[in-house]
């Protein structure tokens, strides 16, 4: 009798999924096409990328680097050879830089060898540099190549704040020599560590004279 009903029961779950895969149609060819070829709309509240996270986790993609927010603007004092790195302004950190051998004076044209003055972004990092690590600054900007085009010159560019040049030595890397710079803004390698830990890419910085 078991066997029986057993028998019964495997017949009916067959007649049952034979019935309910014949229910299954695919999609009418219209409908599949409109389904896989439609644009997408952009919605940034999805833009995940942008958001940075996905399911409340970080994304880092490929050149992404996660906001610390630890300094909001980077000053420094050409006279003074200082660097400070300030947070809703209280001072974070200081450092004494090099310069190029002549400090004095705004930029002006490329091979000056001065170091700009005003408020630009630090906008990009290049982890491997000829000096060490480097951060780019903004210039020049709308004003300075104006001001380089009325002389007949070009502005400019490329000017960093970056580490030492390699010299081969154990310890020489650490130890800041006299204005040397082209008209960057240089600090020692263990210093260009620090600063690169604690500025963000955005981040404002202004030079004074």
Known sequence: MKK?????TLAFVGLF?????????????????SAISDDVVYD???DYVKLGKF?????????????????????VYKQRHQMVLMNKDKVVKNFWIALSNKPVGK?????????????????YIKEHSSFYRAFHISYPNKEDIANARKMG??????????GQPPTGGEYQETVQRTDWTNGCIALLNPDIDIFMSLVDVGTPITINP
């Open 4 to 8: 029986f009903l057993c028998g019964l």
């Open 17 to 33: 999924s034979t019935a309910h895969a014949l229910e299954i149609k695919p999609l009418p060819a219209l409908l599949l096409a």
């Open 44 to 46: 940034e509240d999805f």
């Open 55 to 75: 399911s409340n986790l970080n994304l880092y993609p490929q050149g992404y680097r996660a906001k610390k927010n630890l300094v909001d603007h980077v000053i």
């Open 107 to 123: 930029k002006q044209y490329e091979g000056d060898k001065r170091t700009p003055e005003g408020t630009y972004t630090l906008d």
């Open 153 to 162: 010159r070009r502005p400019g560019g490329m000017i960093m704040v970056h």
